[in-house]
């Protein structure tokens, strides 16, 4: 099943709310995301692999793993 709404709430100090935002958000896009599709054949593909770095928060004692885009980073 499908989760319509989903309320979270986070209690942070003012340094650490972009680092808090960062986390939740890398990692749900980290869950959604699904590697380039290789086609090959008519009819055939393969799906490659997303690439992933861990990042340590400075403000936050926490590691979380991200998806490794340029684009992302900007």
Known sequence: MNCRSEVLEVTVEARQVEE???????????????????YKKEGTYSIGTVGTQDTDCDFIDFTFVRVTSDELDR
């Open 20 to 38: 808090a935002l960062l986390a939740l958000l890398h990692t749900v896009l980290l869950h959604r995301s699904t590697g380039k599709f290789h």
